[in-house]
């Protein structure tokens, strides 16, 4: 009797599609570890803020990515809206992901497999993983969604800016020379721009096990 090959779940898809929720799920539902790599780069940026940098410094940015502090992944800060745009540009640094890729391949190489999610799993993390996904949704839903949520953490930026900011992060990870957000030619789409998170969540573990049948896993 053989073990069963480790089952690793590739999430990815552009800011408040419902990748992380829906990557979340996944990980309870086959009860796997599960990495947010977003908060990596978003712990980088935060490090860039702290130590009063540009952004656009690359070699700032990589010395940050290449010693994180682990206490800044739990910082109250780190999901604020200045601190997403900073995120967004350090990510697009060769440098940054470079720094940043053995942690993430050495999380997804887990012997029972794991769940990531981010903008370049199944595409640079995990090329190989099990099961791949590519979470979208509409730009306004998006962007009404991110405002709800930065509207309960107390903060009083308007639809207007979100929907601003949310194109520019769009603009920024597709437009990034390395490892841009594109969806992976296997990778199932899943757009929930019409979906509550039940229905998006059961979505996906129907991709998830259309895409293990079809790879006999």
């Known amino acids: 009797m053989t073990n069963a090959p480790p089952l690793v779940i590739a999430v ?6 419902g ?19 977003g908060k990596l780069y978003r712990a980088c940026g935060l490090a860039v803020r702290l130590a009063g940098h ?5 070699e700032a940015a990589a010395r940050a990515a290449k010693s994180i502090d682990q206490r800044l992944l739990d910082d109250p800060d780190l999901m604020s809206s200045l ?3 900073y995120a967004s540009i350090v990510s697009s640094h060769p440098a ?19 769940v990531l999610d981010g ?27 991110r405002h709800a949520e ?10 207007a800016d979100v929907m601003a900011d949310i194109a520019a992060r769009d603009a920024r990870d597709s437009g990034r020379s390395a490892a841009p957000l594109v969806r992976a030619p296997d990778a199932a ?15 996906a573990i129907d991709l998830v096990e259309k895409s293990r049948a079809q790879r006999g896993r």
């Open 150 to 159: 930065l509207a309960g953490r107390g903060s009083d930026q308007t639809l």
């Open 119 to 145: 903008r370049d799993i199944g595409t640079v993390i995990a090329p190989d993983a099990a099961a791949k996904l590519f979470v979208t949704a509409a730009p306004e839903v998006r962007a009404a969604r």
């Open 96 to 114: 940054v992901r470079a720094a940043l890729l053995e942690t993430q391949q050495a999380f997804a190489r887990q012997p029972g497999g794991a």
């Open 12 to 17: 990815d898809g552009p800011a408040a599609s």
């Open 189 to 203: 789409l899943l757009d929930t721009s019409n979906l509550d998170i039940a229905a998006a969540v059961a979505a």
């Open 19 to 37: 990748k992380g929720t829906i990557a979340k799920a996944l990980a309870r539902h086959y009860g796997l570890p599960h990495m947010d790599t």
């Open 83 to 85: 601190n997403s745009d």
């Open 54 to 58: 540009d952004p656009y410094d690359a």
